[in-house]
């Protein structure tokens, strides 16, 4: 005699009740078939849920890579500045050597033909007083040399633009220099010009300085070219070490680069 389970459907409201008689291994097949339906969306909730992490992960990682991507960027171009600012201060040194040193010590000066007797020392002169002759003249007011030893990072934009200087790279501390004799009519904070000084070197031209770390003179102060006025700074609004400057003739701003000897 085979046993059997009664299973009995009863509509909610009026209707025929029903029944359905089921075998023991009947409710086992519909047992199995509910786990295995139970287990395989479990499954399928889980490897859903895995899947959206990892894109999200992988989203992370991919934003993380590209954010160190542009810091490295950031870090190459800001040692190529230094590279250049280093090789700039080293051709300079090298001039200078040439201009202060004595001739026989320059390789290229001894190698050079000279008059039969002449001495050491009367080449040296000869090289100064050809060096003096291509200098502006003495007291003259236009602008003549380049105010910092570094490389020129931002050039100068005519018109409307908000940056109407030059950007000069240096290391941090190097001297400023005067690009030409004059007096100081400025000499403190400006805002986001940092520490400035600007000088007045009479017959409508001025410079201006900022960024400056330290300010090396006072209103008032007459100095000459070449005179040293303060030291490269971050003062202001600057992401690191460099000159803000700027050529002014009666008022209107002139582009800087025009008027570097070097």
Known sequence: MRVFTTVQIIPSGTGTVRQV???????????????????????????????????????????????????????????????????????????GAVLLGPADSVPELAAASRPEGASGDAELEEHIRRYRKSEKKPGESRPGIKPVIGVVTQRWKEGGSDHQGVDIAALLNDPVYAAAAGEVVEA????????????????????????????LVRKGDAVGRGSSIGTIGMTGNTTGPHLHYEVLKNGKRQDPSLFFMD
């Not at 499954?43 to 895995?50: I, R, S, V």
């Not at 600007?198 to 770390?213: P, V």
């Open 21 to 95: 008689n089921l075998y023991r291994w009947q409710l086992r097949l519909i047992a199995l078939l509910v786990s295995l339906t139970v287990v395989v969306v479990a499954l399928a909730a889980y490897y859903g849920t895995t899947v959206l992490m990892s894109a999200a992960e992988s989203e992370r990682l991919r934003e993380e890579n590209s954010f160190l991507k542009s810091e490295n960027e950031n870090y190459r171009q800001a040692l190529s500045i230094l590279d250049s600012v280093q090789a700039e201060q080293e051709r300079l040194h090298a001039v």
């Open 188 to 215: 403190g904070d400006r805002g986001d010009l940092g520490l400035t000084v600007e000088l007045d070197h009479g017959d409508g031209w001025r410079t201006l300085y900022a960024h400056l770390n330290r300010i």
